[in-house]
């Protein structure tokens, strides 16, 4: 079983930083990508950002230039550092996992519990 544990949320200032932290446990034989999803209340889940096994980023363009989405592959963790904060960006925010099982010999998808950011203006 694989489980994503993410922190890093809490209250922040407009114009302020957070770093968020998702660490992926269980039976992971390799990670293909890593990243991160948000979701306001009475909203759609948003994708924000990717990265590869190769290191490759994406990002989505409403945080283009102020988030930078990192990984540590042998660690299984994935980072998002999040700067110059906007009112908008509040949310919860969801970190994903497209894995290969060794349990199952299978590729898999998991996803973090999610981690409250709320920003003020």
């Known amino acids: 079983q694989v489980q994503l544990v993410e922190s890093g949320g809490g209250l922040m200032q407009a114009g302020g930083s957070l770093r968020l932290s998702c660490a992926a446990t269980?039976?992971?034989?390799?990670?293909?990508?890593m990243g991160w999803y948000r979701q306001d209340p009475g909203k759609e889940r948003e994708w924000v950002a990717t990265?590869?096994?190769?290191?490759?980023?994406r990002y989505a363009d409403s945080v283009k230039g102020r988030f930078t989405i990192s990984s540590a592959n042998a660690k299984n963790t994935v980072y998002l550092q999040m700067a110059n904060l906007k009112p908008e960006d509040a949310a919860v925010y969801y970190c994903?996992?497209?894995?290969?099982?060794?349990?199952?010999?299978?590729?898999?998808?998991?996803w973090g519990q999610g981690t409250q950011v709320t920003v003020s203006s």
């Open positions: 269980g039976t992971i034989k390799a990670t293909n990508t």
């Open positions: 990265v590869t096994d190769t290191g490759d980023t």
């Open positions: 994903y996992s497209h894995f290969f099982s060794s349990a199952v010999d299978a590729w898999r998808h998991c």
